[in-house]
Antibody, heavy 123, light 108 residues
């Protein structure tokens, strides 16, 4: 059974940093691209970042480019999101999501999601 | 960037009713369109991929159609457990993925 478990969320002051983790199980982690998608309170879904199965390619939404860094440790079956220079508008539930494969087009189809971790940026 | 719109933004229907949601892309996205269901306090769940393909394990009362810029999502017979917000999502412009604003479905 595929499971994705996020952790690392919490309250942080504007300008601060936080690192999110997503522990994966039930599939061959290194064979699949992974993404982070966030949802501000009461709002819709916003794609944040993606990473290839090998970790060699990374992609970011303009809203987080230069501030967030996605990475993965395939030996630990874990996905990360390092968030720096946090702003109030980064407040959201952050979900990790598994792509349906490792190919380019599979990057955009998310077949499993974690339960999410809440990040609150406030002074 | 490709913008996605959905209509209606919310709807209320009776159990057993046929429910239809439309999604429109700001440019041609071929069939690179997915539909997700999100129940309150839960993560989204993939229902339909590539516009019309039913994800494994999803009940057959859910269906999708369309290509290009106009897409339709249908629940053939609304059930109480279908109360949720439904999102369309395009992935024609990879790696940039965008979601529609969502349609909240309620029971009348």
């Amino acid at each position: 059974e595929v499971q994705l478990l996020e952790s690392g969320g919490g309250l942080v002051q504007p300008g601060g940093s936080l690192r999110l983790s997503c522990a994966a199980s039930g599939f061959t982690f290194s064979s699949y691209a992974m993404s982070w998608v966030r949802q501000a309170p009461g709002k819709g879904l916003e794609w944040v970042s993606a990473i290839s199965g090998s970790g060699g390619s990374t992609y970011y939404a303009d809203s987080v480019k230069g501030r967030f860094t996605i990475s993965r440790d395939n030996s630990k079956n874990t996905l990360y999101l390092q968030m720096n220079s946090l702003r109030a508008e980064d407040t959201a539930v952050y979900y990790c999501a598994k792509a349906t494969g490792s190919g380019w087009t599979t990057l955009g189809v998310f077949d499993y999601w974690g339960q999410g971790t809440l990040v609150t940026v406030s002074s | 960037d490709i913008q996605m719109t959905q209509s209606p933004s919310s709807l209320s229907a009776s159990v057993g009713d046929r429910v239809t949601i439309t999604c429109q892309a700001s440019q041609d996205i071929s069939n690179y369109l997915n539909w997700y269901q999100q129940k309150p306090g839960k993560a989204p769940k993939l229902l339909i991929y590539d516009a019309s393909n039913l994800e494994t394990g999803v009940p057959s009362r859910f269906s999708g159609s369309g290509s290009g810029t106009d897409f339709t999502f249908t629940i053939s017979s609304l059930q109480p457990e279908d109360i949720a917000t439904y999102y369309c999502q395009q992935y024609d412009n990879l790696p940039l993925v965008t979601f529609g604003p969502g349609t909240k479905v309620d029971i009348k």
